[in-house]
């Protein structure tokens, strides 16, 4: 009988034991922040060449700074260092049409005495890439110039595209320079605009 009352006193101690244990408490689920957008790093005209200088250091090329000149009217400031052992020139304009009318910057001509092996322009910024004082237009740079310019475009064309350029040994531009909004016929040509047909003029 004894033990018939200790085996209901321990049970009854379980059973408040049990009801007065506080619940497992549900851990927060973690709430995900939402992806930030990358900003833009495409400059707008007028550009800073400083800007331009501070990206390719940003990016880890081996630039050796040399000089700087304050210029006047159309040329705001020029850049002069070197870049795996050649010249290497940035220039910045008032404009992106004051470049082309101070600099005589065309990409319809290949360089020539006078001119650097490479050439870009973007914006108002123009980059030149080798020696522009040899006796006659400049060669065909060897590979490792012309691969060279090629990481110089990758760096700067999210800055300052569409980019133009005038090499003598062109590479290929990451954004395409736009072609022309006319659209083309059937022979490649733009097509004429219709002239509508007069109606004749009814007798009185």
Same mark, same amino acid.
């Given at each position: 009988?004894?033990?018939?009352?200790?085996?209901?006193?321990?049970?009854?101690?379980?059973?408040?034991?049990?009801?007065?244990?506080?619940?497992?408490?549900?851990?927060?689920?973690?709430?995900?922040?939402?992806?930030?957008?990358?900003?833009?790093?495409?400059?707008?005209?007028?550009?800073?060449?400083?800007?331009?200088?501070?990206? +390719? +250091?940003?990016?880890?090329?081996?630039?050796?700074?040399?000089?700087?000149?304050?210029?006047?009217?159309?040329?705001?400031?020029?850049?002069?260092?070197?870049?795996?052992?050649?010249?290497?020139?940035?220039?910045?304009?008032?404009?992106?049409?004051? +470049?082309?009318?101070?600099?005589?910057? /065309?990409?319809?001509?290949?360089?020539?005495?006078?001119?650097?092996?490479?050439?870009?322009?973007?914006?108002?910024?123009?980059?030149?890439?080798?020696?522009?004082?040899?006796?006659?237009?400049?060669?065909?740079?060897?590979?490792?110039?012309?691969?060279?310019?090629?990481?110089?475009?990758?760096?700067?064309?999210?800055?300052?595209?569409?980019?133009?350029?005038? /090499?003598?040994?062109?590479?290929?531009?990451?954004?395409?320079?736009?072609?022309?909004?006319?659209?083309?016929?059937?022979?490649?040509?733009?097509?004429?605009?219709?002239?509508?047909?007069?109606?004749?003029?009814?007798?009185?």
């Amino acid at each position: 009988m004894r033990n018939h009352r200790l085996l209901a006193l321990a049970l009854g101690a379980a059973l408040l034991a049990s009801c007065g244990s506080t619940p497992a408490t549900a851990n927060p689920t973690a709430t995900l922040a939402a992806p930030t957008p990358s900003p833009n790093p495409h400059l707008s005209d007028p550009a800073s060449v400083d800007t331009v200088y501070n990206a +390719l +250091l940003k990016a880890g090329l081996q630039l050796s700074a040399n000089s700087a000149d304050a210029g006047t009217g159309a040329l705001v400031k020029r850049l002069h260092l070197t870049y795996d052992a050649w010249p290497l020139v940035l220039t910045q304009f008032t404009s992106a049409k004051t +470049l082309v009318s101070a600099s005589g910057f /065309s990409t319809k001509v290949k360089p020539v005495l006078g001119n650097p092996p490479f050439a870009l322009a973007g914006l108002n910024i123009l980059i030149e890439y080798g020696s522009s004082t040899q006796n006659g237009p400049p060669a065909a740079p060897d590979p490792q110039f012309v691969s060279a310019f090629q990481q110089l475009v990758a760096i700067v064309d999210p800055l300052l595209s569409p980019l133009q350029q005038r /090499s003598v040994t062109p590479v290929v531009l990451p954004t395409p320079t736009p072609a022309p909004s006319a659209s083309p016929g059937p022979s490649g040509k733009p097509r004429p605009t219709a002239k509508p047909t007069p109606k004749p003029s009814k007798k009185p």
